[in-house]
């Protein structure tokens, strides 16, 4: 992700989908949560779900020092 951010090709895009990604993503009820919840057509897991897209956008976010 640092060479991503770092190149000038990249640095741009790559910011703008970090941003992105931590605000449909990051809290439980994010639009790109609610919209993955609704496309699995599942809502007796949703909270699983949504538990779990948290946790995985935020150790994603961590591991790569975003």
Do not use: W, Y
């Amino acid at each position: 992700m640092r060479q991503l951010r770092a190149h000038p090709l990249s640095n741009d895009v790559t910011t703008e989908a970090l941003i992105t990604l931590r605000a449909l993503f990051t809290r439980r009820h994010d639009e790109g949560i609610e919209m993955t919840v609704r496309a699995a057509g599942d809502p007796a897991n949703s909270d699983v779900m949504r538990a779990s897209m948290v946790a995985l956008t935020t150790d994603l976010l961590a591991a790569t020092d975003e």
